[in-house]
């Protein structure tokens, strides 16, 4: 939060200048110059941030216990949204360049997380796992891991020339849970 209100700051200050006919300026912070794109950039910046602001508000208005487990989890989210789903609540956000989706009780308890990420964020033990039992194949530039309680598995797809297989690899274990042939 306190990047997205420097950021909303230097955007203000920037757009302020721009008005003035101002359009690149020396800093003496960083000896960097600022053109309309960059200012504008900044601008959206804190567009997104006051719509996560509110959802937020919206998050801590449907249940402290959430809200608390959210923000000391994901402090760095951004496109937030809440939705009510069969009881519970989803929330779709971007934290650490992973998409999260997130299931909370109406208590406020996560019951399950859904990561999407590169697949160069892996754990090193599912890669290691990955390639010694598949070297002739390559893992796939995009990777999900799945949190239910306490356990957490990863999907990961990986191809050759002729064919593509996701793996699904819980505890140390994997087993193949999808596979194709290629065109």
Do not use: W
Not at 98 to 124: A, T
């Amino acid at each position: 939060m306190k990047k997205n209100l420097l950021n909303f700051l230097l955007a203000g200050c920037l757009t302020l200048g721009s008005f003035s006919g101002i359009y690149s300026q020396l800093t003496s912070v960083n000896n960097a110059k600022f053109n309309q794109t960059e200012i504008m950039a900044a601008s959206r910046v804190f567009v997104a941030s006051e719509s996560d602001r509110a959802a937020l508000q919206n998050m801590k208005k449907i249940s402290a216990k959430m809200f608390d487990k959210f923000s000391k989890s994901f402090a760095d989210a951004s496109d937030i949204l809440i939705t009510p789903v069969r009881g519970q609540f989803r929330v779709n956000c971007v934290s650490n360049n992973s998409k999260n989706i997130l299931y909370f009780s109406k208590k406020g308890k996560l019951q399950q997380s859904i990561r999407y990420y590169k697949s160069s964020m892996l754990p090193q033990d599912v890669v290691f796992l990955v390639r010694n039992d598949y070297p002739e194949y390559t893992i796939s530039s995009e990777a999900v891991e799945v949190t239910v309680g306490k356990k957490t598995g990863h999907i990961v797809t990986i191809e050759n020339c002729t064919r593509i297989k996701k793996l699904k690899v819980v505890d140390g274990e994997m087993e193949v849970y999808e596979e194709f042939e290629k065109g």
